[in-house]
C-alpha cells in the first residue's frame, strides 16, 4: 500500500490544520494506522493511532485534548485534526499503517510495515 500526506503547512500559534493521509490499497484491511511527527534535531515520536480491531484511539500526552484521528474507510483516508497548535507541534507529520492490531496499543512510536513520504507543518507567528 501507498501512503500520500497532505495538508500540512503554516499555521499561528491557536490555529488548526487537518492533516490527511490516503492509502492507495483498502485501509480497512489495516488494523493500525498512526500518526507520527519528527522536529529538527529530534527523534521521530507517536502522536497518534488507531487501532481499528476494537476501535480504540491513542494519544500522546501533550496532544490529548487538541489531535483528533478519525479514519473514512470509503475514501481509504485517515485523518488528524489538530486544534490549538502550538510552536513546539512543529514538525513533519508521517502516517503509517500496519495489519496487526498489535501496532496500535498505545501512541508510540513503532516499526509500522508503510510510510507516507511526510507532510510540514509549522506552528509561528
Known amino acids: 500500500v501507498q501512503l500520500q500526506a497532505s495538508g500540512g503547512g503554516l499555521v499561528q500559534p491557536g490555529g488548526s490544520l487537518r492533516l490527511s493521509c490516503r492509502a492507495s490499497?483498502?485501509?480497512?484491511?489495516?488494523?493500525?494506522i498512526g500518526w507520527f511527527r519528527q522536529a529538527p534535531g529530534k527523534e521521530r515520536e507517536g502522536v497518534s493511532c488507531?487501532?481499528?480491531?476494537?476501535?480504540?484511539?491513542y494519544y500522546t500526552d501533550s496532544v490529548k485534548g487538541r489531535f483528533t484521528i478519525s479514519k473514512d474507510n470509503v475514501e481509504n483516508t485517515v485523518y488528524l485534526q489538530m486544534n490549538s497548535l502550538k510552536p513546539d507541534d512543529t514538525a513533519i507529520y508521517y502516517c503509517a499503517t500496519a495489519r496487526s492490531s498489535w501496532f496500535c496499543l498505545g501512541p508510540e512510536l513503532k516499526p509500522y510495515e508503510y510510510w507516507g513520504q511526510g507532510t510540514q507543518v509549522t506552528v509561528s507567528s
Open positions: 490499497d483498502f485501509i480497512s484491511d489495516y488494523n493500525a
Open positions: 488507531i487501532n481499528s480491531r476494537d476501535g480504540k484511539t
